[in-house]
Protein backbone atom coordinates (compact mmCIF):
# COMPACT_ATOMS: atom_id res chain seq x y z
CA UNK A 1 0.00 0.00 0.00
CA UNK A 2 2.22 2.49 1.14
CA UNK A 3 5.91 1.72 0.04
CA UNK A 4 6.34 -1.87 0.68
CA UNK A 5 5.55 -2.29 4.37
CA UNK A 6 1.82 -2.53 5.46
CA UNK A 7 0.38 -2.26 8.67
CA UNK A 8 -0.82 -5.47 8.67
CA UNK A 9 3.13 -6.19 8.79
CA UNK A 10 3.25 -4.49 11.45
CA UNK A 11 0.94 -6.07 14.00
CA UNK A 12 2.65 -9.57 12.65
CA UNK A 13 5.87 -8.28 14.36
CA UNK A 14 4.43 -7.17 16.96
CA UNK A 15 2.32 -9.87 18.35
CA UNK A 16 4.68 -12.68 17.38
CA UNK A 17 7.15 -11.16 19.96
CA UNK A 18 4.16 -10.27 22.70
CA UNK A 19 3.25 -14.32 21.73
CA UNK A 20 7.21 -15.13 22.78
CA UNK A 21 7.10 -12.78 25.68
CA UNK A 22 4.15 -13.77 26.93
CA UNK A 23 4.28 -17.81 26.41
CA UNK A 24 7.46 -17.93 27.75
CA UNK A 25 6.43 -16.18 30.77
CA UNK A 26 3.64 -18.78 31.14
CA UNK A 27 5.95 -21.78 30.86
CA UNK A 28 8.50 -20.12 33.33
CA UNK A 29 5.05 -19.73 35.73
CA UNK A 30 4.53 -23.47 35.30
CA UNK A 31 8.14 -23.91 36.58
CA UNK A 32 8.02 -21.06 39.16
CA UNK A 33 4.15 -20.30 40.33
CA UNK A 34 3.88 -17.35 41.52
CA UNK A 35 3.67 -16.43 45.11
CA UNK A 36 -0.30 -15.25 44.63
CA UNK A 37 -1.32 -17.10 41.66
CA UNK A 38 -4.26 -15.34 39.72
CA UNK A 39 -7.92 -16.65 39.93
CA UNK A 40 -7.78 -19.88 37.54
CA UNK A 41 -4.22 -19.56 37.18
CA UNK A 42 -4.57 -23.67 36.89
CA UNK A 43 -5.46 -22.87 33.10
CA UNK A 44 -2.19 -21.53 32.84
CA UNK A 45 -3.99 -18.37 30.61
CA UNK A 46 -0.43 -17.39 29.89
CA UNK A 47 0.75 -20.19 27.84
CA UNK A 48 -2.37 -20.83 25.35
CA UNK A 49 -2.85 -16.91 24.78
CA UNK A 50 0.93 -16.79 24.25
CA UNK A 51 0.41 -19.30 21.82
CA UNK A 52 -2.95 -17.56 20.49
CA UNK A 53 -0.76 -14.59 19.72
CA UNK A 54 2.15 -16.07 18.46
CA UNK A 55 0.20 -17.86 15.45
CA UNK A 56 -1.44 -14.70 14.84
CA UNK A 57 1.57 -12.66 14.77
CA UNK A 58 3.26 -15.28 12.29
CA UNK A 59 0.48 -15.57 10.31
CA UNK A 60 0.72 -11.70 9.32
CA UNK A 61 4.24 -11.91 9.40
CA UNK A 62 5.14 -14.22 6.97
CA UNK A 63 1.85 -13.31 4.76
CA UNK A 64 2.59 -9.64 4.55
CA UNK A 65 6.65 -9.94 4.71
CA UNK A 66 7.87 -7.56 1.80
CA UNK A 67 8.32 -8.95 -0.77
CA UNK A 68 11.56 -7.94 -3.80
CA UNK A 69 9.63 -6.56 -6.34
CA UNK B 1 -6.40 -7.58 45.52
CA UNK B 2 -4.73 -4.49 46.45
CA UNK B 3 -0.82 -4.17 46.71
CA UNK B 4 0.80 -3.36 49.68
CA UNK B 5 1.60 0.23 48.02
CA UNK B 6 -1.92 0.93 47.39
CA UNK B 7 -1.92 0.51 44.11
CA UNK B 8 -3.95 -1.72 41.96
CA UNK B 9 -1.12 -3.87 40.48
CA UNK B 10 2.45 -4.51 40.07
CA UNK B 11 3.93 -5.19 37.18
CA UNK B 12 6.86 -7.58 36.51
CA UNK B 13 9.88 -6.93 34.81
CA UNK B 14 8.31 -8.95 31.34
CA UNK B 15 5.12 -6.33 31.58
CA UNK B 16 6.94 -3.39 31.62
CA UNK B 17 8.96 -5.16 28.05
CA UNK B 18 5.64 -5.58 26.57
CA UNK B 19 4.13 -1.84 27.35
CA UNK B 20 8.04 -0.42 26.19
CA UNK B 21 7.81 -2.89 23.24
CA UNK B 22 4.73 -1.20 22.05
CA UNK B 23 6.03 2.28 22.62
CA UNK B 24 8.77 1.50 20.37
CA UNK B 25 6.79 -0.16 17.43
CA UNK B 26 4.30 3.14 17.14
CA UNK B 27 7.18 5.50 17.69
CA UNK B 28 8.63 3.42 14.82
CA UNK B 29 5.26 3.79 12.41
CA UNK B 30 5.48 6.45 12.86
CA UNK B 31 9.22 7.66 11.48
CA UNK B 32 8.80 4.64 8.83
CA UNK B 33 5.56 6.46 7.32
CA UNK B 34 7.27 10.47 7.48
CA UNK B 35 8.44 9.76 4.01
CA UNK B 36 5.21 8.83 2.25
CA UNK B 37 3.49 12.25 3.96
CA UNK B 38 4.78 14.57 1.71
CA UNK B 39 1.57 16.84 0.21
CA UNK B 40 -1.26 18.22 2.61
CA UNK B 41 -3.84 15.33 0.93
CA UNK B 42 -1.29 13.02 2.40
CA UNK B 43 -0.74 14.57 5.87
CA UNK B 44 -4.36 15.63 6.40
CA UNK B 45 -6.48 12.69 4.53
CA UNK B 46 -3.58 9.64 4.76
CA UNK B 47 -3.23 10.28 0.76
CA UNK B 48 -6.99 9.29 0.39
CA UNK B 49 -5.43 5.69 -0.15
CA UNK B 50 -6.92 3.64 2.52
CA UNK B 51 -8.42 0.36 2.25
CA UNK B 52 -12.42 -0.35 3.51
CA UNK B 53 -10.69 -2.55 6.16
CA UNK B 54 -7.85 -0.06 7.46
CA UNK B 55 -10.57 2.90 7.36
CA UNK B 56 -12.85 1.04 9.10
CA UNK B 57 -10.70 -0.29 12.14
CA UNK B 58 -9.07 3.08 12.46
CA UNK B 59 -12.59 4.51 12.36
CA UNK B 60 -13.64 2.23 15.76
CA UNK B 61 -10.23 2.41 17.25
CA UNK B 62 -10.37 6.34 17.46
CA UNK B 63 -13.61 6.13 19.32
CA UNK B 64 -12.56 3.10 21.87
CA UNK B 65 -10.70 5.38 24.39
CA UNK B 66 -9.14 3.88 27.49
CA UNK B 67 -11.84 5.67 29.04
CA UNK B 68 -14.38 4.52 26.98
CA UNK B 69 -13.49 0.62 28.05
CA UNK B 70 -13.05 1.79 31.65
CA UNK B 71 -15.79 4.38 32.15
CA UNK B 72 -18.55 1.46 29.95
CA UNK B 73 -16.90 -1.44 32.10
CA UNK B 74 -17.87 0.45 35.05
CA UNK B 75 -21.35 1.91 33.67
CA UNK B 76 -21.91 -1.76 33.06
CA UNK B 77 -21.45 -2.83 36.72
CA UNK B 78 -23.60 0.23 38.06
CA UNK B 79 -26.52 0.21 35.73
CA UNK B 80 -25.88 -3.43 34.18
CA UNK B 81 -26.61 -4.91 30.40
CA UNK B 82 -28.14 -1.33 29.70
CA UNK B 83 -24.85 0.34 29.21
CA UNK B 84 -25.65 -1.99 25.81
CA UNK B 85 -27.54 0.13 24.53
CA UNK B 86 -24.62 2.93 23.83
CA UNK B 87 -22.87 0.61 21.25
CA UNK B 88 -25.79 -0.91 19.74
CA UNK B 89 -28.38 1.51 19.21
CA UNK B 90 -26.33 4.57 20.17
CA UNK B 91 -23.81 3.39 17.37
CA UNK B 92 -24.97 1.24 14.51
CA UNK B 93 -28.25 2.70 12.94
CA UNK B 94 -25.95 5.86 13.04
CA UNK B 95 -23.02 4.16 11.27
CA UNK B 96 -24.83 2.61 8.55
CA UNK B 97 -26.85 5.14 7.76
CA UNK B 98 -23.64 7.18 7.88
CA UNK B 99 -22.55 4.76 5.68
CA UNK B 100 -25.02 4.54 2.94
CA UNK B 101 -27.08 8.41 2.89
CA UNK B 102 -24.11 10.80 3.96
CA UNK B 103 -21.02 9.42 2.72
CA UNK B 104 -21.75 10.13 -0.66
CA UNK B 105 -22.01 13.58 -0.51
CA UNK B 106 -18.84 14.03 2.15
CA UNK B 107 -17.21 12.13 0.31
CA UNK B 108 -17.95 13.54 -3.79
CA UNK B 109 -17.85 17.11 -2.08
CA UNK B 110 -14.10 16.29 -1.64
CA UNK B 111 -14.27 18.35 1.70
CA UNK B 112 -10.76 18.05 3.92
CA UNK B 113 -13.67 18.42 7.24
CA UNK B 114 -16.93 17.89 8.42
CA UNK B 115 -16.56 22.18 9.39
CA UNK B 116 -15.45 22.25 4.98
CA UNK B 117 -18.34 20.89 3.68
CA UNK B 118 -20.09 23.42 5.99
CA UNK B 119 -18.27 25.98 4.03
CA UNK B 120 -19.32 24.65 0.55
CA UNK B 121 -23.06 24.26 1.50
CA UNK B 122 -23.83 27.05 3.49
CA UNK B 123 -20.97 29.58 3.65
CA UNK B 124 -18.65 30.54 5.86
CA UNK B 125 -20.09 31.52 8.81
CA UNK B 126 -22.08 28.13 9.50
CA UNK B 127 -18.33 26.65 8.70
CA UNK B 128 -16.56 28.89 11.35
CA UNK B 129 -19.55 28.45 13.67
CA UNK B 130 -18.73 24.62 13.37
CA UNK B 131 -14.79 25.03 13.21
CA UNK B 132 -13.99 26.91 16.14
CA UNK B 133 -16.79 25.26 18.52
CA UNK B 134 -15.08 21.64 17.35
CA UNK B 135 -10.97 22.70 17.76
CA UNK B 136 -11.86 24.03 21.05
CA UNK B 137 -13.84 21.06 22.27
CA UNK B 138 -11.33 18.78 20.73
CA UNK B 139 -8.30 19.74 22.48
CA UNK B 140 -10.50 20.22 25.77
CA UNK B 141 -11.78 16.82 26.00
CA UNK B 142 -8.29 15.84 24.78
CA UNK B 143 -6.67 17.48 27.85
CA UNK B 144 -9.33 15.83 30.09
CA UNK B 145 -8.97 12.24 28.92
CA UNK B 146 -5.03 12.55 29.21
CA UNK B 147 -5.99 13.84 32.51
CA UNK B 148 -7.98 10.77 33.17
CA UNK B 149 -5.98 8.25 31.53
CA UNK B 150 -2.61 9.50 33.79
CA UNK B 151 -5.11 9.53 37.50
CA UNK B 152 -5.89 5.86 36.26
CA UNK B 153 -2.53 4.86 35.47
CA UNK B 154 -1.81 6.45 39.49
CA UNK B 155 -4.31 4.17 40.75
CA UNK B 156 -4.00 1.10 39.38
CA UNK B 157 0.01 1.09 38.86
CA UNK B 158 1.34 3.57 41.33
CA UNK B 159 2.49 6.22 38.58
CA UNK B 160 3.49 9.47 38.69
CA UNK B 161 0.55 11.70 36.66
CA UNK B 162 3.09 13.96 34.83
CA UNK B 163 5.00 10.77 33.99
CA UNK B 164 2.35 9.50 32.24
CA UNK B 165 0.75 12.59 30.91
CA UNK B 166 4.33 13.41 29.51
CA UNK B 167 5.73 10.40 28.01
CA UNK B 168 2.02 8.97 26.37
CA UNK B 169 1.09 12.49 24.64
CA UNK B 170 4.59 13.35 23.92
CA UNK B 171 4.70 9.40 21.73
CA UNK B 172 1.07 11.10 20.28
CA UNK B 173 2.36 14.23 19.48
CA UNK B 174 5.73 12.30 17.62
CA UNK B 175 4.26 9.51 15.59
CA UNK B 176 1.19 12.23 14.13
CA UNK B 177 3.97 14.92 14.04
CA UNK B 178 5.74 12.72 11.66
CA UNK B 179 3.28 10.87 9.53
CA UNK B 180 0.36 12.95 10.03
CA UNK B 181 -3.24 11.39 9.51
CA UNK B 182 -1.58 8.58 7.54
CA UNK B 183 0.36 7.75 10.65
CA UNK B 184 -2.51 7.75 13.43
CA UNK B 185 -4.46 5.53 11.16
CA UNK B 186 -1.79 2.84 11.08
CA UNK B 187 -1.71 3.18 14.65
CA UNK B 188 -5.09 3.18 15.33
CA UNK B 189 -5.48 -0.25 13.48
CA UNK B 190 -2.41 -1.86 15.62
CA UNK B 191 -3.99 -0.36 18.91
CA UNK B 192 -7.42 -1.76 17.59
CA UNK B 193 -6.28 -5.48 17.66
CA UNK B 194 -4.27 -4.79 20.76
CA UNK B 195 -7.71 -3.37 22.68
CA UNK B 196 -9.57 -6.73 21.51
CA UNK B 197 -6.17 -8.91 21.87
CA UNK B 198 -5.80 -7.77 26.06
CA UNK B 199 -9.42 -7.56 27.08
CA UNK B 200 -11.04 -10.36 25.56
CA UNK B 201 -9.05 -12.59 27.80
CA UNK B 202 -10.89 -10.71 30.62
CA UNK B 203 -14.24 -12.08 29.53
CA UNK B 204 -13.36 -15.44 28.34
CA UNK B 205 -11.78 -16.25 31.77
CA UNK B 206 -14.94 -14.59 33.62
CA UNK B 207 -17.34 -16.92 31.25
CA UNK B 208 -14.99 -19.66 32.88
CA UNK B 209 -15.50 -18.85 36.86
CA UNK B 210 -19.08 -17.65 36.54
CA UNK B 211 -20.30 -21.10 34.49
CA UNK B 212 -20.80 -19.64 31.55
CA UNK B 213 -23.93 -16.92 30.36
CA UNK B 214 -26.59 -18.54 32.44
CA UNK B 215 -24.15 -18.90 35.33
CA UNK B 216 -23.32 -15.29 35.50
CA UNK B 217 -26.72 -14.42 35.30
CA UNK B 218 -28.31 -16.64 37.82
CA UNK B 219 -25.25 -15.45 40.30
CA UNK B 220 -26.04 -12.14 39.53
CA UNK B 221 -29.93 -12.33 40.18
CA UNK B 222 -28.34 -13.84 43.60
CA UNK B 223 -26.58 -11.33 44.78
CA UNK B 224 -28.54 -8.17 42.89
CA UNK B 225 -32.26 -9.40 43.58
CA UNK B 226 -33.36 -5.71 43.98
CA UNK B 227 -32.60 -4.78 40.53
CA UNK B 228 -32.82 -5.98 36.63
CA UNK B 229 -29.11 -6.03 35.52
CA UNK B 230 -29.32 -8.40 32.36
CA UNK B 231 -32.01 -7.51 30.12
CA UNK B 232 -31.84 -4.15 27.65
CA UNK B 233 -35.30 -3.38 27.28
CA UNK B 234 -37.67 -4.75 29.35
CA UNK B 235 -37.51 -2.27 32.08
CA UNK B 236 -37.49 0.97 30.54
CA UNK B 237 -41.14 1.35 30.27
CA UNK B 238 -40.85 3.81 33.34
CA UNK B 239 -38.01 5.72 34.45
CA UNK B 240 -38.00 4.11 37.75
CA UNK B 241 -37.94 0.62 36.53
CA UNK B 242 -34.46 0.44 35.50
CA UNK B 243 -30.78 1.18 37.35
CA UNK B 244 -30.35 4.20 34.84
CA UNK B 245 -33.94 6.07 35.55
CA UNK B 246 -34.67 6.20 31.81
CA UNK B 247 -37.37 5.82 29.71
CA UNK B 248 -37.50 3.93 26.54
CA UNK B 249 -38.28 7.13 24.23
CA UNK B 250 -34.85 8.53 25.92
CA UNK B 251 -32.99 5.89 24.41
CA UNK B 252 -34.39 5.73 21.19
CA UNK B 253 -35.04 9.31 20.11
CA UNK B 254 -32.36 10.99 22.62
CA UNK B 255 -29.27 8.06 22.31
CA UNK B 256 -30.68 6.28 19.10
CA UNK B 257 -31.18 9.18 16.93
CA UNK B 258 -29.69 12.76 17.66
CA UNK B 259 -27.00 12.09 19.49
CA UNK B 260 -25.93 8.81 18.07
CA UNK B 261 -26.42 10.18 14.79
CA UNK B 262 -24.79 13.30 15.82
CA UNK B 263 -21.50 11.92 16.99
CA UNK B 264 -20.82 8.91 14.63
CA UNK B 265 -21.84 11.27 11.36
CA UNK B 266 -20.62 14.51 12.26
CA UNK B 267 -17.72 14.57 14.58
CA UNK B 268 -15.02 15.27 12.89
CA UNK B 269 -12.36 12.99 15.00
CA UNK B 270 -14.43 9.57 13.35
CA UNK B 271 -15.57 11.07 10.04
CA UNK B 272 -11.97 11.84 9.01
CA UNK B 273 -10.79 8.28 9.02
CA UNK B 274 -13.64 7.40 6.61
CA UNK B 275 -13.01 10.36 4.32
CA UNK B 276 -9.46 8.69 3.96
CA UNK B 277 -10.63 5.81 2.21
CA UNK B 278 -9.65 5.06 -1.41
CA UNK B 279 -12.66 5.30 -2.97
CA UNK B 280 -16.52 5.94 -2.52
CA UNK B 281 -17.59 2.34 -2.05
CA UNK B 282 -14.18 1.81 0.57
CA UNK B 283 -16.12 4.67 2.59
CA UNK B 284 -19.28 3.85 2.55
CA UNK B 285 -17.84 0.12 3.63
CA UNK B 286 -15.47 1.41 5.86
CA UNK B 287 -18.41 2.32 8.40
CA UNK B 288 -20.43 -1.14 8.31
CA UNK B 289 -16.96 -2.81 8.72
CA UNK B 290 -16.93 -0.99 11.89
CA UNK B 291 -20.14 -1.33 12.75
CA UNK B 292 -19.86 -4.89 13.15
CA UNK B 293 -16.89 -4.42 15.26
CA UNK B 294 -18.88 -1.52 17.44
CA UNK B 295 -21.64 -4.43 17.90
CA UNK B 296 -19.00 -6.73 19.39
CA UNK B 297 -17.42 -4.13 21.40
CA UNK B 298 -19.73 -4.85 24.61
CA UNK B 299 -17.82 -8.05 24.86
CA UNK B 300 -14.71 -7.00 26.02
CA UNK B 301 -15.88 -3.69 27.82
CA UNK B 302 -19.74 -4.50 29.08
CA UNK B 303 -19.61 -8.00 30.00
CA UNK B 304 -16.38 -7.86 31.98
CA UNK B 305 -18.81 -5.19 33.90
CA UNK B 306 -21.65 -7.83 34.14
CA UNK B 307 -19.22 -10.61 35.06
CA UNK B 308 -17.97 -8.23 38.02
CA UNK B 309 -21.37 -8.09 39.62
CA UNK B 310 -21.69 -11.66 39.58
CA UNK B 311 -17.66 -12.66 40.65
CA UNK B 312 -16.10 -9.79 42.21
CA UNK B 313 -16.06 -10.71 46.16
CA UNK B 314 -16.58 -6.75 47.15
CA UNK B 315 -19.00 -4.43 46.04
CA UNK B 316 -17.96 -1.35 44.20
CA UNK B 317 -19.01 2.05 44.73
CA UNK B 318 -19.13 5.69 43.20
CA UNK B 319 -16.25 7.72 43.02
CA UNK B 320 -17.12 10.06 45.95
CA UNK B 321 -17.65 6.99 48.39
CA UNK B 322 -14.62 4.73 47.09
CA UNK B 323 -12.25 5.86 50.02
CA UNK B 324 -10.83 4.05 52.56
CA UNK B 325 -10.06 0.73 50.39
CA UNK B 326 -13.14 0.80 48.72
CA UNK B 327 -12.89 0.45 44.55
CA UNK B 328 -15.22 2.70 42.10
CA UNK B 329 -17.18 2.03 39.91
CA UNK B 330 -14.37 2.83 36.88
CA UNK B 331 -12.15 0.29 38.54
CA UNK B 332 -13.82 -2.70 37.47
CA UNK B 333 -11.63 -3.63 34.36
CA UNK B 334 -8.40 -3.41 36.08
CA UNK B 335 -10.15 -4.95 39.15
CA UNK B 336 -10.78 -7.98 36.47
CA UNK B 337 -7.17 -7.91 35.25
CA UNK B 338 -5.61 -8.23 38.20
CA UNK B 339 -8.11 -11.06 39.22
CA UNK B 340 -7.28 -12.95 36.53
CA UNK B 341 -4.17 -12.02 34.69
CA UNK B 342 -0.37 -13.06 35.61
CA UNK B 343 2.61 -11.84 33.93
CA UNK B 344 3.15 -11.02 30.24
CA UNK B 345 -0.96 -11.05 30.45
CA UNK B 346 -1.19 -8.07 32.97
CA UNK B 347 1.39 -6.11 30.59
CA UNK B 348 -0.65 -6.77 27.50
CA UNK B 349 -3.49 -5.49 29.48
CA UNK B 350 -2.22 -2.65 30.86
CA UNK B 351 -0.73 -1.75 27.01
CA UNK B 352 -4.61 -2.62 25.75
CA UNK B 353 -5.87 0.33 28.01
CA UNK B 354 -2.75 2.97 27.35
CA UNK B 355 -3.22 1.97 23.50
CA UNK B 356 -6.91 3.12 23.90
CA UNK B 357 -5.97 6.07 25.73
CA UNK B 358 -3.36 6.84 22.69
CA UNK B 359 -5.73 6.13 19.77
CA UNK B 360 -8.50 8.05 21.04
CA UNK B 361 -5.86 11.43 21.69
CA UNK B 362 -4.53 10.20 17.65
CA UNK B 363 -7.96 11.24 16.90
CA UNK B 364 -8.44 14.23 18.30
CA UNK B 365 -5.31 16.07 17.54
CA UNK B 366 -5.18 14.70 13.71
CA UNK B 367 -8.55 16.17 13.44
CA UNK B 368 -7.49 19.65 15.33
CA UNK B 369 -4.82 20.18 13.29
CA UNK B 370 -6.77 19.31 9.76
CA UNK B 371 -9.83 21.69 11.16
CA UNK B 372 -7.26 24.32 12.98
CA UNK B 373 -5.09 24.23 9.42
CA UNK B 374 -7.89 24.46 6.83
CA UNK B 375 -11.14 25.44 8.03
CA UNK B 376 -9.46 28.50 10.45
CA UNK B 377 -5.97 29.31 9.48
CA UNK B 378 -6.59 29.14 5.63
CA UNK B 379 -9.97 30.49 5.77
CA UNK B 380 -9.18 34.07 7.46
CA UNK B 381 -5.11 33.93 8.04
CA UNK B 382 -3.33 32.71 4.85
CA UNK B 383 -5.37 31.86 2.01
CA UNK B 384 -3.22 31.69 -0.40
CA UNK B 385 -0.13 29.44 0.62
CA UNK B 386 1.33 26.62 -0.63
CA UNK B 387 0.39 23.23 -0.10
CA UNK B 388 4.19 22.53 1.84
CA UNK B 389 3.28 25.50 4.03
CA UNK B 390 -0.04 24.25 5.05
CA UNK B 391 1.53 20.44 6.00
CA UNK B 392 4.05 22.55 7.72
CA UNK B 393 1.15 24.67 9.73
CA UNK B 394 -0.47 21.20 10.14
CA UNK B 395 2.38 19.21 11.80
CA UNK B 396 3.30 22.77 14.11
CA UNK B 397 -0.70 22.80 14.62
CA UNK B 398 -0.68 18.49 15.84
CA UNK B 399 2.53 19.92 18.11
CA UNK B 400 0.04 23.14 19.70
CA UNK B 401 -2.63 20.80 20.47
CA UNK B 402 -0.69 18.40 22.23
CA UNK B 403 0.38 21.23 24.61
CA UNK B 404 -3.02 22.78 24.90
CA UNK B 405 -3.48 19.40 25.63
CA UNK B 406 -1.17 19.26 28.49
CA UNK B 407 -2.42 22.80 29.94
CA UNK B 408 -5.96 21.78 29.83
CA UNK B 409 -4.88 18.27 31.56
CA UNK B 410 -2.30 20.98 34.47
CA UNK B 411 -6.06 22.75 34.64
CA UNK B 412 -8.17 20.03 35.48
CA UNK B 413 -6.24 18.77 38.07
CA UNK B 414 -6.11 22.45 39.80
CA UNK B 415 -10.50 22.60 38.98
CA UNK B 416 -11.31 18.75 38.89
CA UNK B 417 -15.18 20.13 38.76
CA UNK B 418 -14.25 21.17 35.05
CA UNK B 419 -15.00 17.31 34.12
CA UNK B 420 -18.33 17.44 35.41
CA UNK B 421 -19.44 19.78 32.98
CA UNK B 422 -17.60 18.36 29.78
CA UNK B 423 -20.07 15.84 28.61
CA UNK B 424 -22.60 18.71 28.73
CA UNK B 425 -20.50 20.87 27.13
CA UNK B 426 -19.35 18.41 23.95
CA UNK B 427 -23.08 17.43 23.67
CA UNK B 428 -23.87 21.25 23.32
CA UNK B 429 -22.06 21.14 20.08
CA UNK B 430 -23.20 17.19 18.26
CA UNK B 431 -26.80 17.67 18.21
CA UNK B 432 -27.47 20.54 16.48
CA UNK B 433 -24.67 20.17 13.94
CA UNK B 434 -26.55 17.05 12.95
CA UNK B 435 -29.34 18.57 12.45
CA UNK B 436 -27.71 21.53 9.95
CA UNK B 437 -25.79 18.74 8.17
CA UNK B 438 -28.82 16.77 7.79
CA UNK B 439 -30.99 19.29 6.19
CA UNK B 440 -28.15 20.15 4.10
CA UNK B 441 -27.95 17.36 2.67
CA UNK B 442 -31.30 16.03 2.07
CA UNK B 443 -33.14 19.39 1.46
CA UNK B 444 -31.91 22.16 -1.38
CA UNK B 445 -34.18 24.37 -0.40
CA UNK B 446 -32.03 24.79 3.00
CA UNK B 447 -30.60 28.11 2.79
CA UNK B 448 -26.90 29.36 3.89
CA UNK B 449 -29.22 31.73 6.51
CA UNK B 450 -30.92 28.69 7.55
CA UNK B 451 -28.12 26.47 8.37
CA UNK B 452 -26.32 29.06 10.17
CA UNK B 453 -29.12 30.52 12.64
CA UNK B 454 -30.16 26.78 13.20
CA UNK B 455 -27.07 25.71 13.84
CA UNK B 456 -26.49 28.80 16.66
CA UNK B 457 -30.16 28.45 18.09
CA UNK B 458 -29.73 24.70 18.59
CA UNK B 459 -26.63 25.21 20.17
CA UNK B 460 -27.56 27.95 22.22
CA UNK B 461 -31.12 26.05 23.45
CA UNK B 462 -28.82 23.40 24.50
CA UNK B 463 -26.97 25.60 26.67
CA UNK B 464 -30.08 27.34 28.06
CA UNK B 465 -31.39 23.92 28.54
CA UNK B 466 -28.46 22.65 30.90
CA UNK B 467 -28.13 26.22 32.61
CA UNK B 468 -32.11 26.15 33.85
CA UNK B 469 -31.25 22.65 35.27
CA UNK B 470 -28.46 23.43 36.80
CA UNK B 471 -30.15 26.78 38.57
CA UNK B 472 -33.02 25.02 39.11
CA UNK B 473 -32.96 21.18 39.28
CA UNK B 474 -36.86 20.65 39.56
CA UNK B 475 -36.76 21.60 35.24
CA UNK B 476 -35.76 18.38 34.80
CA UNK B 477 -39.25 17.51 34.48
CA UNK B 478 -39.59 19.72 31.70
CA UNK B 479 -36.86 18.92 29.75
CA UNK B 480 -36.88 15.24 30.38
CA UNK B 481 -40.32 14.93 30.70
CA UNK B 482 -40.67 13.04 34.06
CA UNK B 483 -39.41 14.43 37.61
CA UNK B 484 -37.83 10.65 38.63
CA UNK B 485 -35.63 11.37 35.43
CA UNK B 486 -31.38 11.33 36.31
CA UNK B 487 -28.38 13.01 34.72
CA UNK B 488 -28.15 10.66 31.60
CA UNK B 489 -31.95 10.99 30.98
CA UNK B 490 -31.37 14.94 30.91
CA UNK B 491 -28.53 14.98 28.04
CA UNK B 492 -30.48 12.24 25.74
CA UNK B 493 -33.72 14.80 26.13
CA UNK B 494 -31.57 17.76 25.62
CA UNK B 495 -30.05 16.58 23.04
CA UNK B 496 -33.47 15.88 21.23
CA UNK B 497 -34.68 19.48 22.16
CA UNK B 498 -32.03 21.16 20.86
CA UNK B 499 -31.66 18.95 17.20
CA UNK B 500 -36.06 19.73 16.98
CA UNK B 501 -34.77 23.73 17.69
CA UNK B 502 -32.21 23.13 15.26
CA UNK B 503 -34.00 21.91 12.53
CA UNK B 504 -37.25 24.08 13.52
CA UNK B 505 -35.11 26.95 13.05
CA UNK B 506 -33.20 25.83 10.18
CA UNK B 507 -36.75 25.09 8.15
CA UNK B 508 -38.37 28.91 8.60
CA UNK B 509 -35.22 30.55 8.17
CA UNK B 510 -34.86 28.81 4.66
CA UNK B 511 -38.37 29.24 3.86
CA UNK B 512 -38.08 33.18 4.11
CA UNK B 513 -34.79 33.53 2.81
CA UNK B 514 -33.09 32.93 -0.55
CA UNK B 515 -31.96 29.64 -1.37
CA UNK B 516 -28.74 28.82 -3.77
CA UNK B 517 -29.04 27.85 -7.46
CA UNK B 518 -29.10 24.53 -8.26
CA UNK B 519 -25.61 24.95 -9.60
CA UNK B 520 -23.97 25.67 -6.71
CA UNK B 521 -25.09 22.86 -4.77
CA UNK B 522 -23.98 19.99 -7.24
CA UNK B 523 -22.37 17.16 -5.73
CA UNK B 524 -23.61 18.55 -2.08
CA UNK B 525 -27.59 17.70 -1.80
CA UNK B 526 -29.75 14.62 -2.66
CA UNK B 527 -31.21 15.42 -5.68
CA UNK B 528 -28.14 17.59 -7.11
CA UNK B 529 -25.62 15.10 -7.18
CA UNK B 530 -24.52 12.07 -9.36
CA UNK B 531 -24.25 9.08 -6.83
CA UNK B 532 -22.58 6.26 -8.53
CA UNK B 533 -24.46 3.18 -8.41
CA UNK B 534 -23.28 -0.40 -6.98
CA UNK B 535 -26.09 -2.24 -9.04
CA UNK B 536 -23.68 -3.58 -11.34
CA UNK B 537 -21.53 -5.28 -8.67
CA UNK B 538 -21.38 -8.73 -7.19
CA UNK B 539 -23.94 -8.86 -4.52
CA UNK B 540 -21.30 -9.32 -1.63
CA UNK B 541 -19.61 -6.17 -2.66
CA UNK B 542 -22.16 -3.74 -2.53
CA UNK B 543 -22.37 -1.79 0.80
CA UNK B 544 -25.90 -2.23 1.07
CA UNK B 545 -25.84 -5.77 1.08
CA UNK B 546 -24.13 -5.81 4.21
CA UNK B 547 -25.87 -2.93 5.66
CA UNK B 548 -28.62 -5.57 5.56
CA UNK B 549 -26.66 -8.54 6.80
CA UNK B 550 -25.40 -5.91 10.13
CA UNK B 551 -28.95 -4.77 10.73
CA UNK B 552 -30.17 -8.19 11.03
CA UNK B 553 -27.49 -8.96 13.49
CA UNK B 554 -28.00 -6.32 15.22
CA UNK B 555 -31.88 -7.20 15.35
CA UNK B 556 -30.92 -10.36 16.55
CA UNK B 557 -28.90 -8.97 19.55
CA UNK B 558 -31.17 -6.70 20.82
CA UNK B 559 -34.30 -9.46 20.72
CA UNK B 560 -31.62 -12.17 22.59
CA UNK B 561 -30.85 -10.01 25.39
CA UNK B 562 -34.42 -8.09 25.49
Redesign the interface.
Known amino acids: ???S?T?WF??G???T??GV??T???IY?LYVP?TH?????Q?H??IW??AF?LV?GLFYFIKFYPKKS | MQAASGKLLSLSTIDLFVIGLYFVMVLGIGLYLKRFTKTGEDFFLAGRDMSAWIAGLSFVAANLGSLELMGWAGSAYQYGILAAHWYWIGAIPAMLFLAIVMMPFYYISKTHSVPGYLKLRFGEPSRMLSAVSFGFMTVLMSGINMYSMALVMRIILGWDISFSIWVSSLTVMAYVFLGGLLSAIFNEVLQFFLIWLGAIVISILGLVEAGGWSGMVQKIHERWPQQDYTHMWLGLGSFSDNPMGIHWTGIVLGLGFVISFGYWTTDFLVVQRVLAAKDLRAAQMAPIIGSAFKMAVPFIVILPGLLALAVLPDHLVGEAQAVNGLHSYNEVLPLMLARYCGPGLLGLGITALIAGFMSGMAGNVSAFATVWTYDIYRATMNKNATDAHYVSVGRWCTVLGVLVSIGTAYLVMQFASIMDYVQALFSFFIAPLFGTVIFGMLWKRATPAGGFWGLLCGTVSSIAMWAWVKLDPSAIRYIALSPHAKDMAENMYRALWSWIICSAVTVVVSLLTTPKPNSELAGLVYGETDIPSSSALPLVQRPLFWVCVVGVVFTILNIIFW
Not at chain 1, 37 to 41: A, E, I, K, M, R
Open positions: MHGLIFIVLLCYLIGAGEPPPVLSLTGWGLI
